[in-house]
């Protein structure tokens, strides 16, 4: 049996900033080294890519290839010759660092081409890509293994070119459990109930629709929320193997109470604090559940 899918959200970026370049020669229809000068206008992440239009440029060999440039922070780039256009890739695990000026140097043994007419210019605008992919995957199970993700993408909407191929391995890092707080109870849960009705302070009118067909947990116990009304969850209660029990929306005893902006107030019982119940949106994933809200 092949584990479920994950559910993936992307998140893309683009922004512009100014490079200068110099050759290390300036024959026509030459190989040339080419160095891209530039000062990142913010932190650039391992993934993102400088775009650098190079008009005019060509090469020999495979119209699009990798290219070992040895700088520390972008060290491939991606030549296509297709398009005239040279991509510096930001290495996993490094950073651009914003306001510190780079040098990277494509050498002469990649191929590139000086133009054969013309003078290139000695500035250009060149583009830089942020693009993510974040998912919320479910946690694989024993007969369900799961390695890892495969992500495919190009800029040939054919496919038939420039296609990356990048695989991410699957750390776990959260665990089977992951939960993520939504608000808090604003009437007492009996064992019989079957709605729970929350009190969110820093939103007026919330509306918790994306919650339906998830699952929520109050203390130990986890339910499955069926239908959302305003602030109203109508839910099943015990799920995940756990009991229905009472929840009450202020813990501590003593004089505790809970204000209308989920602040707990009041002297608790000797050897115990005040507290106002929350309530979470619950997981049973790998990955990180502020994901896709």
Sequence with gaps: LKPRAPAYFSDSTQRSVGVKLTYSQTNASVA???????TPPADLINGTSLGVHLRGFTSAVSP????????DVFTTANWNSNTSTLNLIV????????????SITIPVSAGIRYPATGTPAAGVVALIATYKINWVSPFPTVTRPRRGFVVQATTDRNWQTDISTLHFEDKLNNGPDDKLGIGYLQADVTP???????????????????LQGRTII?????????????????????????????HSIVTGGGTCACDSAGTA???????????????YAYYRSATDPHVGR
Aim: hydrophobic letters at 40%; a neutral charge; proline letters at 4%.
């Design 32 to 38: 040339t080294a080419i160095t891209v000068h530039v």
């Design 64 to 71: 699009v290839r990798a290219i070992a440039t040895g700088h």
């Design 91 to 102: 290495a996993p695990g490094t950073t651009a660092a914003q306001a510190i000026p780079l």
């Design 192 to 210: 019989t109930d079957n709605n729970v009705t929350l009190l969110e302070p820093s939103v007026a009118n919330p509306s918790h629709t994306w």
């Design 218 to 246: 109050v203390g130990q116990e986890v339910m499955k929320v069926t239908n959302v009304t305003g602030g109203m969850l109508f839910v099943l209660r015990g799920q995940e193997g756990t009991g229905a029990a009472f």
């Design 265 to 279: 107030t009041g002297t608790g019982t000797t050897g115990l604090q005040c507290g106002c119940t929350k309530v």
